[in-house]
């Protein structure tokens, strides 16, 4: 976005909100989203013209949360400069500031600054990690967080839930997991994917991939309770990934478990290299199923 042809600038935004009242981070009508109170914020504080556009590391949807979500936008320099105003701050400083003033409270910008040349907030990404949280039978159940956690009451085999994980990690078409989009490939690196037990006896889960298609994370993590559970050998997800179909046994866990904790992002000088082979179909080689689409959807 530009002001009466003034320069534009980039700025990358580190955020976190509680997705429980929103319904996902995509901009709809009618709906509240973190974008859409995002960029009304932004917009108003920089008096913009029209509405600012974002761009987001991960498209979380409804009920997910994040706590170290990036976007960026491009707004106008002029603009940029001005939101300073007599505060005697930083333009980065001051704009977060004024965010916080305006965003409601179940959204939060951590920081505000001028990305460097070829940083895409999407494609640039290397790396998104997720974490995943229930509490089984062994679990306090803790009503403080019971906007986070998923609360079962059977209890789950850690060891087990791991382990069957672990087969999943490498380059592989997650057909299975991933709700299908015209033109879109389900080809994704999993890089992490491990549980452990916390001292309040909350199982948590690590899903560390290049990126997420539409509701993968939930998916894996259903396909993985039931290895836990012992309803399912230890074996079960990864055939489940080999068929390349969606399984009824399968549930998609529920969305308020999971959060955004984290996304990576290459050295400076090798963002916008990493921001064009992201926006390069990838395949599975034919010969290597065990260990490459537009990849960066999530």
Do not use: N
Request: glycine share 10%; with cysteine; charged share 25%.
């Amino acid at each position: 976005m530009s002001d009466l042809g003034s320069p534009s600038v980039r700025l990358r935004i580190d955020l976190g909100y509680d997705g429980t009242d929103f319904s996902g981070w995509a901009a709809q009508p009618g709906l509240r989203t973190v974008e859409g109170e995002l960029s009304v914020a932004l917009t108003t504080v920089l008096r913009a013209p029209d509405p600012v556009r974002l761009t987001v590391a991960g498209r979380t949807d409804a009920g997910v949360h994040a706590r170290g979500q990036v976007a960026h936008a491009d707004v106008a320099e002029t603009a940029y400069v001005a939101a300073v105003g007599r505060t005697g701050r930083t333009p980065d400083e001051a704009l977060v500031a004024r965010l916080r003033g305006l965003l409601p409270p179940d959204v939060v910008v951590h920081r505000v600054y001028r990305a460097p040349a070829g940083f895409d907030a999407r494609f640039a990404a290397v790396w998104r990690r997720y974490s995943y949280r229930i509490a089984d039978g062994r679990a306090e159940r803790d009503s403080l967080r019971r906007r986070d956690t998923v609360w079962i009451g059977e209890q789950l085999d850690v060891d087990a839930m791991s382990a069957g994980s672990a087969q999943l990690l490498g380059l592989k078409d997650f057909a299975a997991f991933c709700r299908r989009r015209e033109g879109a490939t389900t080809v994704r690196t999993l890089l992490e994917f491990g549980w452990s037990r916390g001292a309040d006896g909350v199982v948590e889960g690590r899903v560390v991939a290049d990126a997420f298609c539409h509701s993968m994370v939930r998916a894996l993590v259903g396909a993985v309770v039931p290895v836990g559970l012992g309803r399912e050998s230890v074996h079960w997800p990864a055939q489940v990934q080999a068929s390349g179909e969606r399984s009824s046994r399968v549930k998609v866990m529920p969305a308020h478990g999971l959060c955004l904790e984290q996304v990576g992002y290459p050295p400076d000088p090798a963002l916008a290299a990493r921001a064009l082979e992201a926006r390069a179909r990838r395949d599975v080689p034919l010969a290597a199923d065990s260990d490459a689409g537009t990849v960066s959807d999530r």
